[in-house]
């Protein structure tokens, strides 16, 4: 009897075991807009809120909208800098990027090059003046100057006791006149708070 | 059930097996290391990780890869293996119930290594100065803010677990020896955090962020002095008042090898044949053949750079609290140990057959025994934090400049110098000069 306790015991433990042993990580596709949160941090549907919610402050600025009723054309817009200022390395860049393709889908804008990429552009343009045939090199000094530039920046604040957290994100974007300096738009996310517990014992 | 009792001793050595750590690997390290031989060391480590660090070490790993990886220069790296022993301790937090179980059966050294306090601030010092070294002023300055963070936390930790043990332990006995000064951590402002965020901030032309972390650094002294025993930099007063169309040279060095922890034993005798063991882990400091450091720079004036910050002792005060902790549950545990042996002792007396009187007292042999090879302290640490960083700057013209930092022993010989040729100087920039010697 005690025998065949055992042997089943230990016929479980392997099935266990084996069980427990797979040959590679076990990948699953979620809908891209399903709330993933695993470590606190800032993640994909935290830009996804903060991004919807100022690309829809900025759209209906109606300074932005004033800009093509009082020149008669669309306001040209330049991406500047997301500065983080917050405690986490997050890639503020995808937060200006998600803003310009909003923005520019709207039809609201134009956008030129940001200073990063206008590099790369220009060389290309130069390199035409001496590669490209005559009637398809692009002329030089025929940039578009941008009127407003588009900044923002990303700040945390924590608080800890114990072993648990509150994480309170404060996004900010801004559009200023590049002539003027005048603030034409200015809008802040602050929807994003978490509150994270770590458990105190796992198996 | 006789059939059982061999079980029993096979089963203890095995835990006694598992709970053995081995530290052969450092010493080459240890060498490469004091010989500023750094991609040397970088390899052993990396060499060394499948068989001197279990996956329960695996935070000290990344810790020690980390900072010799940082040495070497290789800053990607290190920022990779500190931030992976960032995310390590923030989720061992969590204790595995198993694991945690077989500290009070054997040790401290079967949980999962957690990290000190100290470690988990001062690697992101560490990573401050890597990504600034990227070229990313911005990622330092995330680094710093999250050296604030932990700090404001620190003080909060703890207090009411050590109430909690310091309340039972004292229950079981008033012969136990208790320093209740020990639970009590004076370390809320770290000078070295704040004067790197100083400098990070004025680089970025927000002065009046730096304005306050220079503030801070004079705070971190004024209510530190235990560990701020030495005076306030002299250099720091000048760094914000940098004139117009000048540039400032500011050098930071690391000198001496961090704390390691020895054990320290205490031996309480409860009966006549039975004795308690207590084995705790305490720091001691490594000396270090550095004793000034100066810069001199070609055809300019020489710096003497300046104590910033005792890593050491900072190391050695958010430890106290820990260290508390781990008193208590010791002997907790050591008491545990020992009352078993002292009921065998007894059943062993009231046995009424001489077979059962020999075989507890067999037994109350073998439990003290496991008792003195078991109680081992926790000496895990990680190993190449420096022991003090050091700080000097000079305002000169923008220009290029080459320079050399000179360490010199006690007796007034240089022991080790780094030179920096051609080194652009730039006015409204941050002209930063690292240098190291973990001897």
Not at chain 1, 123 to 145: H, I, T, V
Not at chain 2, 9 to 29: D, K, N, Q, R, W
Not at chain 2, 109 to 115: A, D, L, N, V
Not at chain 2, 288 to 309: K, N, Q, T, Y
């Amino acid at each position: 009897m005690k025998c065949r306790i055992l042997m089943l015991s230990a016929c479980a433990a392997a099935v266990l075991i084996l069980a427990a042993c797979s040959s590679g990580p076990q990948v699953s596709r979620v809908d891209a807009e399903t709330q993933t949160d695993l470590s606190g941090y800032w993640n994909d549907t935290d830009l996804r809120t903060v991004s919807d919610s100022l690309i829809a402050e900025c759209l209906s600025s109606p300074r932005v909208a004033a800009f093509e009723k009082n020149n008669g054309r669309l306001p040209v817009v330049i991406v500047g800098t997301f500065r983080n200022d917050s405690d986490e390395h997050i890639d503020t860049s995808i937060i200006a990027k998600k803003m310009e393709a909003a923005i520019l889908n709207s039809g609201l804008a134009d956008f030129v090059a940001s200073r990063n990429e206008r590099s790369e552009i220009r060389e290309e343009r130069q390199e035409q003046q001496s590669f490209a045939s005559e009637d398809s090199a692009k002329a030089l000094a025929n940039e578009a100057g941008a009127d407003f530039i588009l900044t923002g920046s990303v700040k945390t604040i924590v608080d800890k006791a114990g072993k648990t957290a509150t994480r309170t994100y404060f996004v900010y974007g801004e559009l200023t006149d590049v002539e003027t300096n005048k603030k034409i738009w200015m809008g802040e996310n602050n929807q994003i708070k978490k509150i994270i517990k770590t458990p105190s014992a796992k198996f | 059930m006789n059939g059982t009792y061999p079980l029993i001793p096979a089963v203890l050595c095995a835990f006694l097996m598992v709970s053995c750590a081995s530290m052969s690997h450092y010493e080459g390290i240890d060498r490469a290391v004091s010989a500023g031989a750094y991609e040397e060391a970088l390899a052993s480590i990396k060499a060394s990780k499948e068989n001197a660090y279990p996956p329960k070490d695996k935070i000290l790993y990344y810790l020690d890869e980390g900072m010799i990886a940082h040495y070497a220069g290789d800053h990607d790296g290190s920022s990779k293996a500190l931030g992976e022993a960032e995310r390590a301790i923030e989720l061992a937090v969590t204790k595995s119930v198993s694991l945690e179980a077989s500290t009070y059966l054997v040790n401290d050294t079967m949980q999962e290594y957690p990290g000190e306090d100290y470690e988990d601030i001062y690697l992101n010092v560490f990573n401050a100065l890597n990504y600034w070294k990227k070229g990313s002023t911005e990622g330092a300055l995330v680094e710093v803010r999250r050296i604030d963070n932990k700090i404001k936390f620190l003080s909060t930790r703890y207090g009411t677990a050590i109430t909690n043990s310091q309340k039972s332990v004292m229950e079981k006995s008033s012969e136990i020896p208790y320093d209740p000064e020990a639970a009590t951590v004076k370390f809320s402002n770290s000078a070295l955090g704040q004067y790197l965020g100083m400098l990070f901030y004025r680089s970025e032309d927000k002065l009046d962020d730096a304005r306050i972390n220079r503030d801070q650094v004079k705070l971190a002294f004024a209510n530190q002095p235990h560990m701020y025993s030495f005076p306030l930099p002299s250099s720091l007063q000048d760094e914000l008042n940098i004139p117009a169309g000048k540039a400032r040279l500011n050098v930071l060095c690391f000198t001496g090898p961090g704390p390691v922890k020895v054990q320290e034993t205490i031996r309480l005798r409860v009966t006549n044949s039975n004795w308690m063991k207590i084995a705790l882990p305490v720091f001691q400091t490594r000396p270090s053949l550095v004793d000034h450091v100066e810069v001199a720079i070609d055809g300019g004036p020489s710096i003497r750079l300046e104590v910033l910050e005792d890593m050491s002792a900072v190391a050695a005060e958010t430890f106290k609290q820990r260290a508390a902790l781990i008193y208590f549950k010791t002997v907790m545990r050591s008491l545990a140990k020992t009352t078993s042996s002292i009921a065998l002792d007894k059943a062993s007396e009231e046995a009424e057959s001489s077979d059962a009187a020999l075989m507890m007292s067999v037994l109350s042999i073998g439990t003290q025994i496991y008792a003195e090879a078991s109680e081992q302290a926790d000496l895990r640490m990680s190993r190449y934090f420096p022991a003090k960083a050091l700080v000097g700057g000079v305002t000169l013209d923008p220009g290029i400049y080459s320079y050399t930092i000179m360490y010199y022993g006690a007796s007034g010989s240089v022991i080790h110098q780094e030179r920096f040729e051609n080194v652009s100087i730039r006015a409204g920039a941050l002209n930063l000069s690292e240098g190291l010697c973990i001897r």
